[in-house]
């Protein structure tokens, strides 16, 4: 029996071995600027998970170092959108008895970038409801961010869905320098989320913002029924489009919506899906987005730990935020610096 339990035990550590020497390898693959296959990213799910999340860690801190880039977003127009994304508690197809409003004033919306400011956020960004503005809110936006401007020299952004060159060329004038785009999903999924639009308009957004000199934030919601492999693709999908601020949300159920009744992630699938978004996506901001409230403390700082360096703090679009004090405390208590330079390649 006792040479049984020896066998079995070196049997376990020769696996355990050679796991080790699979990550180390994609690791260092990584770490020399070269780009994962498909099947390598997938084989990053079978990982040990300790392996795993200490790999990308050392990732993350060789490319970015301890830079951490922090924004602050209002909803700057309030529901009854024509979209069906299945997810969205502004979708005029679900009730969902959330507060619809028009675009804000002025005076509200520069009140909010300037307390943004003040409490050392880096970024304000403007979000609306909605496929897109029109051109009446087009000029009331633009007239708001040189409001912004003048009142404080915080970087603006926007993220008001499938504008045309000229509104996105209207806000690069005004002084908007990023701007956001959800993909959502992976593209195998997003067609059972939404129908109202496609990844292709999505993508033809971007490809216009980046033309125009904007720099592009794009991400998505995990936890939406998708697939471990499909979340794998969709951090293999932002790679090839050059993505560099990867805002990951983890879905928050809300009543009315068709996915009210989804299951949440382990805790294990999200670290797991932090970490191979680090493997695919090595020189990007992975951010904290919508859902964290939901994760425990010692949740979140494993978190920052693997990769995620990024984060929209304060309120958020129609979810509980949190409090800026508090996650400034959080980000540098795990090694970052919130007064680096971390504007990202377009």
Not at 179 to 187: D, K, L, M, S, V
Not at 317 to 323: M, V
Request: aromatic letters at 8%; proline letters at 3%; one cysteine or more.
């Amino acid at each position: 029996m006792e040479r049984r339990i020896d066998i079995l035990g070196r049997y376990l550590y020769a696996f355990r071995y050679l796991l080790m020497m699979q990550i180390d390898l994609l690791k260092q693959k990584v770490l020399s600027d070269e780009v994962l296959s498909k099947e390598e990213a997938l084989q990053l799910l079978k990982a040990d998970k300790p392996l795993l999340y200490d790999a990308a860690h050392e990732i993350t801190r060789h490319f970015l170092g301890n830079k951490f880039d922090t924004c602050s977003i209002i909803n700057a127009r309030s529901g009854n959108c024509g979209e069906d994304c299945k997810w969205c508690a502004q979708s005029a197809h679900y009730a969902t008895k959330i507060n619809i409003y028009p675009l804000l004033k002025e005076e509200v919306c520069v009140r909010h970038a300037v307390d943004a400011y003040q409490q050392g956020i880096g970024r304000f960004a403007l979000v609306t409801s909605g496929r897109r503005v029109n051109q009446g809110d087009v000029q009331e936006i633009v007239r708001i961010v040189k409001a912004i401007k003048e009142a404080c020299p915080i970087k603006c952004c926007a993220s008001m869905g499938l504008l045309s060159r000229e509104a996105l060329q209207a806000l690069r004038e005004s002084g908007v320098e990023n701007y956001h785009c959800n993909i959502e999903t992976a593209p195998s999924y997003f067609p059972k989320l939404c129908t109202t639009h496609t990844l292709e308009q999505k993508i033809e957004t971007i490809r216009i913002a980046r033309e125009l000199g904007f720099r592009v934030c794009s991400g998505g919601i995990i936890g939406m029924g998708e697939s471990a492999e499909q979340r794998v693709e969709m951090a293999l999908f932002l790679q090839q489009q050059g993505v560099l601020s990867i805002p990951l949300n983890i879905l928050q159920p809300i009543p009315g919506t068709p996915l009210e009744h989804t299951p949440p992630l382990t805790e294990e699938e999200l670290l797991t899906t932090i970490a191979i978004f680090r493997f695919v996506n090595p020189k990007a901001y992975l951010r904290f987005s919508g859902g964290r409230a939901q994760l425990s403390e010692k949740v979140q700082r494993k978190a920052l730990y693997i990769g995620i360096n990024a984060a929209i703090i304060g309120d958020l679009l129609t979810t509980i935020g949190s409090r800026v004090a508090e996650d400034r405390q959080l980000f540098t208590s795990e090694g970052y610096s919130l007064t680096e330079q971390t504007d990202w390649i377009k």
